[in-house]
Nanobody, 124 residues
C-alpha cells in the first residue's frame, strides 16, 4: 500500500519562505513521478510543480516558476516543495502526489496516489 505523508504547512507572513515535505512508503520511491498540487477553497486542484522519475525533468506552473522549487531525496523517499516570497494568494491546501508512470505528469488525473494535504496560510 502506497502512502504519502505531507508535513510543513502552516501560517506564515507575506514574503516568508516555507518548505513542504512528502515522505512516501510502499513503493520504490526512485521510480515514482512526484507532484505538488494545490487547491483553493471552492476551486479545482491545480498543478504547482512536478518531477519525472525517469529523466529528472521538472514542470512548474508558469506563474510560480522562480518562487517555488521541487526537489527530491531518493534515499529519504521524500519530495520537497520550497516556496519563497510567499503571497496571500498562495494560501491553499497543498497536496503531494505520486505515480509510477514515466514522463512528466502535469494533470491530477495522471496520479494514482495522494497525500492527505497540508494547509498553507499566508497573511498580509
Amino acid at each position: 500500500q502506497v502512502q504519502l505523508v505531507e508535513s510543513g504547512g502552516g501560517l506564515v507572513q507575506a514574503g516568508d519562505s516555507l518548505r513542504l515535505s512528502c515522505t512516501v512508503s510502499g513503493h520504490t520511491f526512485s521510480r515514482l513521478a512526484m507532484g505538488w498540487f494545490r487547491q483553493f477553497q471552492g476551486k479545482e486542484r491545480e498543478v504547482v510543480a512536478t518531477m519525472a522519475w525517469n529523466n529528472g525533468r521538472e514542470y512548474y506552473k508558469p506563474s510560480l516558476k522562480g518562487r517555488f522549487t521541487i526537489h527530491r531525496n531518493n534515499a529519504a523517499a521524500t519530495v520537497y516543495l520550497e516556496m519563497d516570497s510567499l503571497e496571500p494568494e498562495d494560501t491553499a491546501d497543498y497536496y503531494c502526489s505520486a505515480s509510477p508512470r514515466a514522463g512528466l505528469l502535469t494533470q491530477p488525473g495522471q496520479y494514482e496516489y495522494w497525500g492527505q494535504g497540508t494547509q498553507v496560510t499566508v497573511s498580509s
